[in-house]
């Protein structure tokens, strides 16, 4: 620790509440924080004695306003080495190319999570390549709610995805579970999208980014005096979705006392806030999202049993990337499909080579991941074409690889063979493509009879006789 003691980190910020946030934030790892109000003095500030100790920039754009990306270029001339994080509120696409040309390490939209700015931190300032994951970048390319806009046809995912939606018309709680970064934030509103509270409220709440001593009131509201500091009368989330859908992620990051309290609102369908006397009936659908197995924290005592049974009814699990290697191809065209779609970019091919260079990596940062990567290699290139050489850091993390895509297997909705090469069993096949079409036709079933050339009453029929039933 003795080490992490002496980082000097430069905070270029004219906000002082904002400063003093990134100040305590970054304290907690050990950084010690300059804060400097304009650019003029964060130039000046590197050729100080302090400036010579700096481990790290921070910058807010607003305070170099248009000519952020001029003042990146600058430090970057006089410090090549050094990594800068910008801070925005915008989501432009363009700015983030801009940032990233100029040389930003990172690129960060503020409201930015506590645990987003140290994950940026600790990856920009490692002192060699990260070994299990790969530099984040946070993009922030315009979502698309709906089930078809995510590919894949692994038989897991294309299962995970035609439960959600012969789910999503319903009206009760839904437990979705999965990695980070497996997509469960979009498959939620893929869900709300097709519900039939679509035009009621959403709100998502991710519970690690909500300080503990906030989290109670941002569900459940409060009354005026409540405690000290509630100046005013907040109402929660909870009652703000009336008729609507409530998102709360990472719901096994919620403290166990709050747990109870929940699982209790839900059970009775009243909410009470805190300092409140009475409580108000609520209707609403909640949808709740975790990146480990809840049973199995409740089994260690972590998750509150009561809780796990009242929003665990219906459960999705969205498997990781490294199951759905077939899946990588598609969805890496369709990402540089969309990524060509964003101001200042292009719509650009990748060679074999260097699909294979991605088929090989295990992606602990999932489908998300994949995203960042290909963002990141598609602002740097030069040319028409992604090659191997366009990912040097997955190159040097995996060394010599072999290129395992089948072409027997890419592209193919459903696997024909087995890893020894031998063709499936025929009752397999039958039952991926009956899950790819039920996923396909969004649950859909008179249209998945029709377009498999069966009546409904064949395919529920098919679906028992594989075992297929509700977890198609």
């Not at 709100?203 to 509201?221: C, D, K, M, T, Y």
Request: aromatic letters at 4%; proline letters at 5%; glycine letters at 8%.
């Amino acid at each position: 620790m003795a080490e992490d003691a002496t980082r000097l980190l430069m905070l270029i910020d004219d906000e002082p509440a904002q400063s003093r946030l990134i100040t305590a934030l970054a304290a907690r790892e050990g950084w010690r924080v300059l804060v400097v109000n304009d650019a003029e003095t964060a130039i000046a500030t590197l050729g100080t004695r302090q400036g010579m100790q700096l481990s790290a920039i921070i910058l807010d754009q607003w305070v170099p306003g248009d000519d952020a990306c001029d003042l990146i270029s600058e430090l970057k001339a006089r410090r090549p080495a050094m990594p800068i994080l910008m801070l925005t509120t915008s989501a432009s696409p363009l700015l983030a190319v801009e940032a990233m040309r100029a040389g930003a390490t990172d690129y960060l939209v503020k409201p930015v999570a506590p645990d987003r700015l140290m994950t940026a931190l600790r990856s920009a300032t490692r002192l060699e390549p990260p070994k299990d994951e790969l530099q984040p970048l946070t993009e922030k390319m315009p979502a698309v709610l709906d089930f078809d806009a995510m590919i894949g046809t692994a038989p897991s995912f294309r299962a995970a995805l035609a439960n959600a939606a012969k789910t999503a018309r319903g009206h009760g709680p839904v437990l979705i579970e999965g990695e980070s970064g497996t997509g469960k934030e979009m498959l939620v509103r893929a869900m709300h999208s097709a519900s039939t509270r679509s035009k009621a409220s959403l709100r998502i709440i991710n519970i690690g980014g909500v300080p503990a001593n906030s989290i109670e009131s941002a569900l459940f509201g409060h009354e005026q005096n409540a405690f000290p500091g509630a100046f005013d009368r907040q109402i929660g989330a909870l009652q703000h979705c009336d008729g609507g859908t409530l998102v709360l992620d990472e719901i096994d990051r919620l403290a166990l006392p709050l747990q109870e309290v929940l699982a209790e609102a839900l059970t009775s369908g009243i909410v009470r806030p805190v300092g409140a006397k009475h409580g108000f009936r609520v209707d609403v659908r909640l949808l709740a999202a975790s990146n480990l197995p809840l049973a199995d924290l409740v089994a260690a005592g972590h998750f509150d049993e009561g809780l796990y049974k009242a929003i665990s009814a219906t459960k999705i699990v969205l498997p990781p990337l490294r199951e759905r290697q077939g899946d990588i191809s598609a969805l890496t065209r369709h990402f540089l499909a969309r990524i060509g779609d964003q101001p200042g970019l292009r719509t650009l091919s990748i060679t074999d080579q260097a699909l294979a260079l991605l088929a090989a990596f295990d992606w602990p940062g999932n489908v998300r991941q994949l995203q960042a990567v290909l963002f990141r290699a598609a602002v740097f290139c030069d040319g028409e074409t992604l090659t191997a050489e366009s990912f040097p850091q997955l190159s040097e993390m995996l060394g010599d690889f072999e290129e395992t895509i089948n072409p027997m297997q890419e592209g193919v909705g459903v696997m024909l063979y087995t890893s020894d090469g031998n063709l499936r069993p025929l009752e397999e096949i039958e039952a991926d493509v009956i899950r790819l079409a039920i996923g396909h036709y969004r649950g859909r079933m008179t249209e998945v009879a029709r377009r498999l050339g069966i009546g409904r009453s064949t395919l529920y029929r098919k679906l028992g006789d594989l075992g297929i039933g509700d977890a198609a």
